[in-house]
């Protein structure tokens, strides 16, 4: 069974930092992209950026490249996603997700497994 | 960005009923478009990519039709485990984008 597992969420005073986790299982990780999409409260989902499998690419949403980093460690089946001087507005739900592939083909931009996700709340 | 305009944003609706919810992009995505079902508790699901292709493991009561930017969700008789909220998302160019999503509610 695909299983990923968000961990790392809590309070955080505006201008810190925060690093989530995501442990996969159920599957080969290193054979697939992965995602990080976020939902703020009483509003909708918004991408965040993926990461490639060989971990050498990465490419963001505009609005979060400069202060978000996303990384990998294959040996450890573990995604993460580094976020730096939060502001309020980064108070969400950060949910870890899969880059479908179908016989072979990446599907990009479509998720196929999403983790339970992990709450990050900005407030001094 | 694409700009995602989901409706309605509420849809109310008893078992055995059919139900439609649409999506209209702000520019063409071309066929490149998933539907997401969310539920409390349980992980978000793909239900349907590339406008119309049916994600493995789906119920063939879903399906998804494209109409130039407008895409169409449609839920034939409508079972008990349906109900929750409904998001679609462009997968056509970074970055990709959601709708504001409907929330599917038992009448």
């Known amino acids: 069974e695909v299983q990923l597992v968000e961990s790392g969420g809590s309070l955080v005073q505006p201008g810190g930092s925060l690093k989530l986790s995501c442990v996969a299982s159920?599957?080969?990780?290193?054979?697939?992209?992965m995602d990080w999409v976020r939902q703020t409260p009483g509003k909708s989902l918004e991408w965040i950026g993926e990461?490639?499998?060989?971990?050498?690419?990465?490419n963001y949403a505009p609005s979060m490249k400069d202060r978000f980093t996303i990384s990998r460690d294959n040996d450890k089946n573990t995604l993460y996603l580094e976020m730096n001087n939060v502001r309020s507005d980064d108070t969400a739900i950060y949910y870890c997700t899969r880059t479908a592939v179908y016989y072979g083909v990446l599907l990009r931009g479509v998720m196929d497994a999403w983790g339970q996700g992990a709450s990050v709340t900005v407030s001094s | 960005d694409v700009q995602m305009t989901q409706s309605p944003y509420n849809l109310a609706a008893s078992p055995g009923e059919s139900v439609s919810i649409n999506c209209k992009a702000s520019?063409?995505?071309?066929?490149?478009l998933a539907w997401y079902q969310q539920k409390p508790g349980k992980a978000n699901k793909l239900l349907i990519y590339?406008?119309?292709t049916l994600q493995s493991g789906i119920p063939s009561r879903f399906s998804g039709s494209r109409s130039g930017t407008d895409f169409t969700l449609t839920i034939r008789s409508l079972e008990p485990e349906d109900f929750g909220l409904y998001y679609c998302q462009q997968h056509n160019e970074y970055p990709y984008t959601f709708g504001a999503g409907t929330k599917l509610e038992l009448k």
């Open positions: 590339d406008g119309s």
């Open positions: 990461i490639h499998t060989d971990v050498s690419e990465t």
């Open positions: 159920g599957f080969t990780f290193s054979n697939y992209w």
């Open positions: 520019k063409s995505i071309s066929k490149y």
